[in-house]
């Protein structure tokens, strides 16, 4: 799941020569509220709607409006994951592909990282979810997953996150292939795992919309 694998081609880059109203046009086509801005194969930054509208110059140059997000950028060769960090740190919701010369190569929208993410947290299949809360030091998740095991339920996947109530610990999310959690959430308590938050999924998720959805509420994206 390499970044390059998810660039949205329909998204063009502009050119320091382009002129803020057919950056706005473009916005409306596509419709986004900002666009990649490339010089030579070099990314150079993002350019959002808001800064063309507060300048009220459609024949102004891109190349004089100070550009957005120039760091919001990630190698090709990255995982989804690395793209979903990036957007995060930087609020967009636009990542800059690059390759290892730092060529350009496309973006990533928010909407196509989040989907992949989910196919990588095995969103599609029917389970449940838990986030435990821990101490970095107390992660290890053999010792989690035989915990787990041993109530005859398996470990799909997991995923790590700065807990954001407290820069000590972290967040572990934890997709599970069966429904019932009391005895699993038992078991892990009594070996002194915190568990914050768990979700049931009552039917098989059907689209792509609710699957984003579902994973939005236990990832708090």
């Known amino acids: 799941m390499q970044a390059y694998e998810f660039i949205n081609n329909l998204i063009p880059p502009l050119k ?31 350019i959002g709607d808001e800064v063309i ?18 760091d919001c950028w990630v190698y090709s060769d990255k995982h989804i994951y690395d793209v979903l960090r990036v957007a995060s740190e930087n609020q967009s919701h636009l990542v800059a592909v690059l390759d290892r010369e730092k060529s350009y190569l496309g973006v990533i929208t928010m909407e196509d990282a989040i989907a992949a993410f989910a196919d990588s947290l095995s969103i599609k299949s029917q389970g449940s979810v838990l986030i435990l809360s821990m101490n970095m030091t107390d992660y290890h998740l053999s010792e989690i997953s035989r915990l787990v095991e041993s109530e005859n339920t398996k470990i799909l996947s997991s995923f790590i996150t700065t807990d954001p109530l407290d820069d000590s610990k972290i967040k572990l999310t934890l997709k599970l292939d069966k429904l019932e959690l009391r005895h699993v959430k038992a078991t892990l308590e009594r070996f002194g795992y915190r568990v914050i938050d768990h979700y049931q999924e009552e039917s098989g998720i059907t689209n792509e919309e609710d699957r984003i959805g579902n994973l939005l509420r236990f990832l708090d994206i």
């Open 16 to 46: 320091l020569s382009d002129r803020a109203g057919m950056a706005l046009a473009w916005m409306e086509e596509i419709r986004t509220d900002s666009l990649p801005v490339s010089d030579q194969g070099r990314f150079l930054g993002f």
């Open 53 to 70: 509208f507060e300048l009220n110059n459609s024949d102004q140059l891109i190349g004089t409006i100070e550009l957005e997000a120039g």
